[in-house]
Every structure is written in structure tokens, then in C-alpha cells.
């Protein structure tokens, strides 16, 4: 698959190369051991991040009179079904409005949603200036905590979600820039992942591969009108002579409990809930994609935005018999139905099924001030990656730089760090 000229720089390679490279004589046992190397590794999901251009686009689109900063996706409307209805007309009448201020459906796509930093008075707004100075605060603090990251985290691979562009993940890593790789999974919607990578980490070039199965259409009935929810993208890399790995995925949002609580209902993956069907149709997609990945290389990470307290589920202690719906074993062939919804109740008992084996990194501790949504970022990594560790495996949450007068937040998400022996 070719990539966009945004990283057509980078020299791509075929994995059989990586294998091939990784070769080593065939020595005594002992003789084989080497030393690890000790990889600084975070997640951040940077909550709808863009360039100030555009910001500037979001805010024409958004204050057109006929938009006027309205919300183009329904609320959730508990009531009579009249009421239901007649929020489902207005988000209608807001997306259609939308789109005709943005130029079609493609360019309404490749805009941030009006609500998405934010509400906004549609009465009095702030003035536009204003609020690009405000969007400039929130890259200022997004920039300041990525390079946190790197120089005092001593992170050397870093998973971005809700990211626009390579142009805004070249922005963030500020005065790094120079000393990173980067890749972003192609993506017909504004919010897409990414990949950032310090290029001393890796004795060969980084190989990017996009997993567009991840990015399927939310309502497949509205043809070439249905948003799609966002790709996977995978990173490839020779990291002390041998090959590793990395899954870099933001899935559907809206289905996170197993467990009610904070105002959210606990749902399986086989409710009739709309969002927690459409997680339930990217369960096959990841399991396929794990598998595979597990096939060319026992070396792996899985990581990103979950958007499903998957530790929930690991707690629950769901029995085998009671992962799908009809009994099966979750290690068997799953079934999609003509969606490509799957009898998937669970999805960590679905993928962590002993075909590979999978362990989630504990988050042991949450720095101070740290804040947004808890139990959605996820890091995951492959049994031979476990048994190279000689720490129990264990995660943090880093705080984000912002400041207190920040109309724009800098994210709803800290970043999530782990450092893992290679």
C-alpha cells in the first residue's frame, strides 16, 4: 500500500527483511543471551489536535448563520419518543446545515465538530481572534507536555489518537522534531492515529502498515454519507537486533462500562446500544489483526484508546462459556452476521483468549492534577514481551502542562507511560 507523500520519506521494508536481518548464527544457549534495552513507550490522545489553519476552518464553518455552532450529532433523549424524534430532526437539520457550510460531506468530515473544543454561546461567542489564541494555548500545552515526555520521560515511541495531520504530531514534538520519525494512518475524517518515533530506536527504517478494516461505517445503510470511525495503524520496528511490533488503535467510543457507575451504564458488547454495536463489529477486526501480527512476530504492543475499560472485564472473570452469546469457545472461528457483528460479549475475554497471550500493563499510579477519562488507554503486550521484563510490568499516568486560563483544554486524556525492556 503506498502512503501519502507526507511519509513518503521514510524507506519502507518488507517484514521478511526484518526477519531476515534479525538472523543469528546458531550458537550454545548461553551464548545467545544478550542484555535488553530499556524503551520509554506513551500513549497520548491529544483530543481533536489540528493545526491553527485548521482551527481557523472549524470556526468559519461553525459561526456560518445557519450553523451557528450548533451540535450535529443527536443527544442522548430519555423521554417520550416524540422527544427522541425531535432531537433526532434537529441534529439532522444541524449536520445538513453543516455540510452545506463546509462544501459537502468529504469537507464537513475533515472538520472538528462544533462542540468539539467546547460549547459555545451561539448567542454571544467569543470573537474569532479570541479563539485562536486560545487553540494556540492548547498546541502551546500539548507541545510542552509531549516534550516533557521525551526529555524528562526519556520516551522514545509515542501512539498518538485524535490527531489531523503529520503536520500537527510535527508540531507537538517542538524542539524533537529533528530527532523523530513519524506516520499517520490515512483517514477520510478528521481524527486519525499516529506514530512518533525516535529514530536511533531502531537499527532499520520504520515500516508503517494502516489497518483501514478498524475504520468501518458507523450507519453502513447511509452509503457514501456514513462517518467511519477511525483506522488502526501498525509500526514495525528492529529494536536490539530482533523485531517489535506495535498496534496502534482509537476504537468506537460511547460502549466504555462493564460495571455502571459515574452516570454511565455498564454494557456488553452484545447490547443493542448503537455505540456498542459498533465496537462489538471492530471485536473480529482486532482479534484478526492480533493473531496475524502474533504470526510474523511474538514480539508485540497493542495500545491506544480503547475507549472500553477492558480492566473491568479482566476483572469480572467472565467464565469461557459465557464470552459469546451462543457458548462457543472464544478461541474458535468467530461468526459475523451480515453487519459483521460478532456473539461477543466481552471484548478482553474475546481477544485475550490464549491464541496468542495477551497482558494488560497495570496502571499503578496517576500523577498529580491528572485528570479527563479514567480506564479507556490502554497498554497490552505479547507473553515473550512479558517474560523479557525483569520489574513487574507496570504504567503512569503523566500530568498535562496546561494553563489554569486555558479556555481550550489541552486534552481530556493524560498520557500513559510505560518503560519496556526489549
Known amino acids: 500500500m503506498?502512503?501519502?507523500?507526507?511519509?513518503?520519506?521514510?524507506?519502507?521494508?518488507?517484514?521478511?527483511?526484518?526477519?531476515?536481518?534479525?538472523?543469528?548464527?546458531?550458537?550454545?544457549?548461553?551464548?545467545?543471551?544478550?542484555?535488553?534495552?530499556?524503551?520509554?513507550?506513551?500513549?497520548?490522545?491529544?483530543?481533536?489536535?489540528?493545526?491553527?489553519?485548521?482551527?481557523?476552518?472549524?470556526?468559519e464553518v461553525c459561526s456560518a448563520p445557519a450553523v451557528n455552532w450548533c451540535a450535529s450529532r443527536a443527544k442522548a433523549v430519555r423521554g417520550p419518543r416524540h422527544l427522541q424524534a425531535e432531537e433526532a430532526g434537529r441534529a439532522r437539520q444541524c449536520r445538513e446545515?453543516?455540510?452545506?457550510?463546509?462544501g459537502g460531506f468529504r469537507e464537513m468530515q475533515m472538520i472538528a465538530p462544533c462542540s468539539a473544543y467546547g460549547r459555545r454561546s451561539a448567542k454571544n461567542p467569543p470573537s474569532g481572534n479570541a479563539m485562536v489564541e486560545s487553540y494556540n494555548a492548547k498546541l502551546a500545552g500539548l507541545r510542552a507536555t509531549v516534550e516533557n515526555l521525551i526529555g524528562n520521560e526519556d520516551t522514545k515511541i509515542i501512539a498518538f489518537q485524535e490527531v489531523k495531520s503529520r503536520k500537527v504530531v510535527e508540531q507537538v514534538l517542538g524542539r524533537f522534531a529533528g530527532?523523530?520519525?513519524?506516520?499517520?494512518?490515512?483517514?477520510?475524517?478528521?481524527?486519525?492515529?499516529?506514530?512518533?518515533?525516535?529514530?536511533?530506536?531502531?537499527?532499520?527504517?520504520?515500516?508503517?502498515?494502516?489497518?483501514?478494516?478498524?475504520?468501518?461505517?458507523e450507519n453502513p445503510g447511509e452509503g457514501v454519507l456514513s462517518h467511519s470511525v477511525r483506522p488502526g495503524l501498525a509500526l514495525e520496528l528492529m529494536i536490539n537486533g530482533e523485531p517489535v511490533i506495535f498496534l496502534n488503535v482509537h476504537l468506537k467510543s460511547g460502549c466504555a462500562n462493564l460495571v455502571t457507575g459515574h452516570g454511565f451504564a455498564g454494557r456488553s458488547l452484545t447490547d443493542p446500544d448503537p455505540a456498542c454495536e459498533i465496537l462489538n463489529r471492530q471485536v473480529p477486526v482486532i482479534e484478526d489483526w492480533v493473531e496475524d501480527v502474533a504470526g510474523r512476530s511474538p514480539r508485540f504492543v497493542l495500545l491506544g484508546d480503547f475507549n472500553r475499560k477492558i480492566d473491568e472485564e479482566e476483572k469480572a472473570g467472565i467464565a469461557a462459556t459465557k464470552v459469546r452469546t451462543d457458548g462457543s469457545d472464544p478461541a474458535s472461528p468467530n461468526t459475523r452476521d451480515v453487519w459483521g457483528r460478532v456473539k461477543s460479549s466481552y471484548f478482553w475475554?474475546?481477544?485475550?483468549?490464549?491464541?496468542?497471550?495477551?497482558?494488560?500493563?497495570?496502571?499503578?499510579?496517576?500523577?498529580?492534577?491528572?485528570?479527563?477519562?479514567?480506564?479507556?488507554?490502554?497498554?497490552?503486550?505479547?507473553?515473550?514481551?512479558?517474560?523479557?521484563?525483569?520489574?513487574?510490568?507496570?504504567?503512569?499516568?503523566?500530568?498535562?502542562?496546561?494553563?489554569?486560563?486555558?479556555?481550550?483544554?489541552?486534552?481530556?486524556?493524560?498520557?500513559?507511560?510505560?518503560?519496556?525492556?526489549?
Not at 531476515?20 to 513507550?41: K, M, S, Y
Request: include cysteine; glycine fraction near 6%.
Open 2 to 59: 503506498m502512503f501519502p507523500s507526507s511519509i513518503s520519506s521514510l524507506r519502507f521494508v518488507s517484514f521478511s527483511s526484518f526477519l531476515f536481518a534479525g538472523l543469528v548464527l546458531v550458537l550454545p544457549a548461553d551464548a545467545q543471551v544478550r542484555e535488553t534495552v530499556p524503551i520509554g513507550i506513551a500513549i497520548f490522545n491529544m483530543a481533536w489536535a489540528g493545526t491553527v489553519d485548521d482551527f481557523k476552518r472549524h470556526v
Open 349 to 422: 475475554q474475546e481477544i485475550a483468549d490464549g491464541s496468542p497471550e495477551l497482558y494488560q500493563v497495570p496502571l499503578m499510579s496517576t500523577g498529580k492534577g491528572c485528570r479527563g477519562y479514567d480506564g479507556l488507554d490502554h497498554i497490552v503486550v505479547s507473553e515473550p514481551i512479558r517474560q523479557m521484563q525483569r520489574l513487574p510490568l507496570s504504567s503512569r499516568k503523566v500530568p498535562l502542562v496546561k494553563n489554569h486560563r486555558q479556555s481550550i483544554r489541552t486534552s481530556d486524556h493524560c498520557p500513559r507511560v510505560v518503560v519496556l525492556e526489549f
Open 97 to 102: 446545515a453543516t455540510m452545506e457550510a463546509a
Open 179 to 217: 530527532e523523530f520519525d513519524i506516520c499517520v494512518a490515512p483517514h477520510d475524517a478528521f481524527q486519525t492515529v499516529a506514530f512518533a518515533w525516535e529514530k536511533s530506536v531502531s537499527s532499520v527504517a520504520g515500516r508503517c502498515i494502516p489497518n483501514h478494516d478498524l475504520a468501518i461505517a
